[in-house]
């Protein structure tokens, strides 16, 4: 398996795929269409942030989106996981495990004092972030009125 950052061309066929990595991250509470995906993701890529893919024999089997934020309170620099997603063919092979590793690496070569992401609850996910050192630091709840 090879994890690097995605090509253009990659780009365009990680975009197609990110309303359903979105509808099954927030399991299938939102259904985003690739318009609202752009709105998302185009302003993070001009601010610097990118996808690692992973690859083997040239197909693409995931990708994790990462890059800069601030802690809302200090406003002091961390990185971010944004998105991680790996097709229904390669789950379950350690892939996830593998660009959430590289991820964590490139953004502490990039000076970040520490890594957050947001995960919605019961997202089986959860405990791959767990296992990688991951905890939970703040809970967002809701009312539905």
Request: hydrophobic share 35%.
């Amino acid at each position: 398996m090879d994890i690097r950052k995605s090509t253009d061309s990659e780009l365009k066929q990680i975009m197609a795929r990110s309303p359903q990595a979105m509808f099954e991250g927030t399991l299938g509470k939102v259904k985003p269409t690739g318009e609202k995906i752009k709105q998302l993701v185009e302003p993070l890529l001009k601010k610097g942030c990118y996808y690692l893919i992973a690859t083997e024999d040239d197909k693409l089997m995931g990708w994790i989106l990462i890059g800069e934020n601030k802690d809302q309170f200090t406003d002091k620099r961390i990185g971010f996981i944004y998105e991680l997603f790996v097709l229904e063919e390669f789950r379950g092979k350690g892939v996830s495990k593998q660009l959430l590793s590289s991820a964590i690496d490139r953004l502490k070569q990039e000076g970040y004092p520490e890594v957050r992401l947001s995960v919605f609850v019961g997202n089986p996910a959860i405990k791959l972030y767990e296992k990688m050192g991951f905890h939970s630091r703040n809970i967002t709840m809701s009312l539905p009125l």
